[in-house]
């Protein structure tokens, strides 16, 4: 070994550095650009905030330690994560997104035991509040033409109530997100929309607090 | 034709890790990929990615920590072998190009030692004189992958999250296959589906050294490699045509992804750079280079 090291040392000693030199500057200018340029992008342009697993929801701290290794999307039992992709934004794409209309949140933590780098934090599941419903007025069955209480049935946290009209209003302090009411909505199959993902009423991100769900 | 036994092994391992992810993601086991890969809380995560994270979100899990100094002591132990038997790069740079890794030149190997071999030896002789100034930057490779896993980690720290991670090839490999997974399974069409496999291909074919001079986490992997002592190549030199005869083979050297000269030392390699893939025993025509195993 030690004679390799003599002789490569020699070698080293000997040769013309100029092309070396060159190419060296070329390997630390374009990793430079490519990676400072593809971080300082992502600080710079807008991001509108997208709804985390239960745990992530402070956002800041979920970005520095997701690796995008699809853990927690792949443990979770109900299938309600899925991956944002690239036209969330690029810094976002492939992280982990909970997508209502497949599944529900039942806080399980099964996605905050499996992540390894603790992006997702262990969360208080009194307190944990993944995002708010909103009902979509124009799109929801019983704001149009009255009658659907499928949402109000579904909620286990009886977070949502119905007016004076019979028509669904989500109480923002008892909702935490879950999604059931999302995911159960007929408004989809039963108004024809094109596109898989329309429902009545959506889980909002809430607005850009971070830490938000320690409140 | 394809007579080298041992890199198709290799390609059937990285194929068999790379179908372990895919298998774990559409069983949905919560396996993970190769930037975590585990059961339940166990990890073994990517050292690179617990860098980044870690200087990132200033603060190290004992979990990522454990992991890491696993990682490390295996690689200390057995040398790079990710990078030449579980690392999905390779596989698909042979997939794109049907280039064998980053030889020097994809010297076509018919390890025959015979007249023929012979022959083959003196017309070698003349491409090599030319590309002879080409592999005189020595220990070049060690030093830019440095600078890159520094740049990456910089980066990371500056930015505040894992910046890498966004381009890791390795990642972007799985990142592909998980968004055809989803394609199929939720049709979910992406761009990421188109663009995903762009990066990796423009990566692999611009950047045509990426294993030896780019990969920040081969660096970091050559870091721990340095205590290397197993699994080493060894050239008998009684067998060697360069000794018996007067012929400047260089063979073995062309034959490595990572420019070892395991003869003389002098290529940009270093010999704990060395991933166990037998590319050079494989090219040797004189079979005068021995792994420990067969």
């Known amino acids: 070994m030690s004679q390799y090291e003599g002789e490569k040392v020699q070698n080293q000693m000997t040769k013309s550095a100029g092309t070396t030199r060159r190419g060296f500057l070329k390997i630390t200018g374009s990793t430079c650009a490519l990676l400072f340029g593809l971080g300082g992008m992502e600080i710079i342009l807008p991001r509108s905030p997208l709804l985390r697993p239960p745990g992530g929801q402070d956002e800041a701290n979920f970005i520095s330690r997701c690796l995008r290794c699809d853990r927690c999307r792949s443990v979770c039992p109900t299938h309600v994560i899925g991956l944002a992709n690239l036209s969330d934004s690029i810094l976002e794409a492939r992280t982990p997104v909970m997508k209502f209309h497949l599944g529900f949140c039942n806080f399980c933590h099964q996605c905050v035991k499996v992540c390894p780098t603790r992006a997702l934090q262990p969360f208080d599941i009194k307190t944990v509040k993944i995002g708010v419903a909103a009902v979509k007025q124009n799109i929801c069955i019983a704001w149009d033409s009255g009658g659907c209480m499928v949402c109000m049935n579904a909620c286990p946290y009886h977070a949502i109530t119905l007016d004076r009209q019979n028509r669904p209003v989500v109480d923002s302090q008892r909702c935490n997100g879950c999604g059931i009411c999302e995911k159960v909505c007929p408004a989809l199959v039963l108004r024809s929309y094109i596109g898989g993902k329309v429902r009545g009423i959506e889980v909002t991100p809430l607005a850009k607090r971070g830490g938000e769900a320690h409140e | ?294």
Not at chain 2, 198 to 221: Q, T
Not at chain 2, 242 to 260: G, K, M, P, T, Y
Request: one cysteine or more.
């Open chain 2, 1 to 294: 034709m394809n007579k080298n036994k041992t890199r198709t092994l290799r390609m059937a391992t990285m194929a068999t890790a790379t179908g372990l992810v895919v298998v774990g993601a559409i069983r949905n086991a919560g396996t993970g990929s190769f930037s975590a890969f585990g059961i339940e809380n166990v990890a073994a995560i990517c050292p690179l990615g617990t860098l980044e994270t870690a200087v990132a979100s200033r603060d190290i899990m004992p979990t990522m920590l454990i992991s890491f100094l696993v990682i490390a002591a295996l690689t200390a132990l057995l040398g790079r072998v990710f990078c030449g038997w579980i690392c999905p790069v390779p596989l698909v740079r042979k997939i794109l190009t049907n280039e064998i890794d980053e030889g020097q030149r994809a010297v076509e190997n018919s390890a025959a030692p015979s007249a023929a071999a012979i022959t083959i030896l003196e017309n070698e002789e003349k491409t090599k004189s030319f590309r002879a100034p080409a592999g005189s930057d020595a220990a070049r490779n060690y030093q830019s992958g440095l600078v890159v896993l520094g740049i990456t980690i910089g980066s990371s720290a500056i930015c505040g999250f894992p910046v890498f991670c966004l381009i890791c090839p390795i990642g972007l490999i799985v990142a592909t296959l998980l968004a055809l997974i989803r394609l199929i399974h939720f049709n979910e069409p992406t761009f990421d589906l188109v663009i995903f496999p762009l990066v990796v291909v423009a990566e692999l074919m611009l950047m045509k050294k990426w294993c030896s001079k780019w990969c920040p986490a081969g660096a970091l992997l050559s870091i721990f490699s340095k205590f290397n002592r197993s699994l080493v190549p060894v050239v008998d030199r009684s067998l060697c045509r360069e000794e018996s005869s007067d012929i400047h083979c260089q063979r073995c050297r062309s034959a490595c992804s990572f420019d070892v000269d395991i003869k003389n030392g002098s290529g940009a390699g270093d010999i704990s750079d060395c991933t166990k893939c037998r590319e050079c025993a494989e090219a040797c025509p004189a079979q005068a280079i021995r792994f420990p195993w067969r």
